[in-house]
């Protein structure tokens, strides 16, 4: 049972260029999650998707678009990088969006914009 | 904006003694969850509790709240050097997203 995985484990860029944070859960749950962590500001949620079909916007979503084609996947794209993207990326699924439900989390993938 | 702010933010013990990390929130709250993150890793979901429950254990757990006061605290009794991680409490955001909302984390060192 893999849980969640993210593709690709870090990656640098250039400034302006396209990129596509890849996140596939096996779990079948419902409700997925795109974080990024920063030193000192914590975990920060981007977008978020109730169900296959659906997105909504979390803390921080200029910059970013996420799409729910289906229930496994989750990708988070950054249309036009830029360096206060440098972050790390979390993907995280739960069974359902209700608050009390425990989110499971992916390994993370450093991005570095430069 | 932060709903739950950890303190300390750094804490540095000796394997054997307890840690004790706290967190505080602002608005009301149906539960609250405290998660773990080892260097480099996701987080890992530890324990959650209800509104309605004071303290509550797992294994060297101990969490408590106290929605009087809007805060909470996670207890490691006996702490192993494993235990060193960074450790989070969530609260779901219950005016926008219904989300949860991490703080910011206690930094956890046990030294062997």
């Known amino acids: 049972i893999a849980g969640i995985t993210q593709a690709p484990t870090s990656q640098i860029l250039a400034a302006g260029r396209r990129m596509t944070l890849r996140c596939t859960q096996d779990?079948?749950?419902?409700?997925m999650y795109w974080y990024r962590q920063d030193l000192g500001l914590g975990l920060r949620l981007i977008h978020y998707s109730n169900t296959a079909g659906t997105t909504g916007k979390g803390e921080v979503p200029d910059g970013y678009s996420v799409s729910r084609a289906n229930t496994d996947d989750f990708p988070l794209t950054l249309a036009s990088a830029v360096p206060s993207q440098t972050s790390v990326y979390f993907c995280?699924?739960?069974?359902?969006?209700?608050?009390?439900?425990?989110?499971?989390f992916g390994p993370g993938t450093r991005l570095t914009v430069l | 904006s932060q709903q739950g702010e950890e303190d300390p933010q750094a804490l540095s013990i000796q394997e054997g003694e307890n840690a004790t990390m706290n967190c505080s929130y602002k608005t009301s709250i149906n539960n609250l969850q405290w998660y773990r993150q080892n260097s480099g890793r996701g987080l890992v979901h530890l324990i959650l509790?209800?509104?309605?429950?004071r303290e509550k254990h797992s294994g060297r757990l101990r969490v408590t709240l106290d929605t009087s006061k809007k805060s909470s605290s996670l207890l490691i009794t006996a702490s192993r050097a494993a235990d060193t991680a960074s450790y989070f409490c969530?609260?779901?955001?219950?005016?926008?997203?219904?989300?949860?909302?991490f703080g910011q984390g206690t930094t956890l060192q046990v030294k062997p």
């Open positions: 969530a609260t779901e955001d219950a005016g926008n997203t219904g989300k949860l909302i």
């Open positions: 995280a699924s739960s069974e359902s969006e209700r608050g009390k439900d425990t989110q499971y």
């Open positions: 509790i209800r509104s309605n429950e």
């Open positions: 779990m079948r749950h419902n409700a």
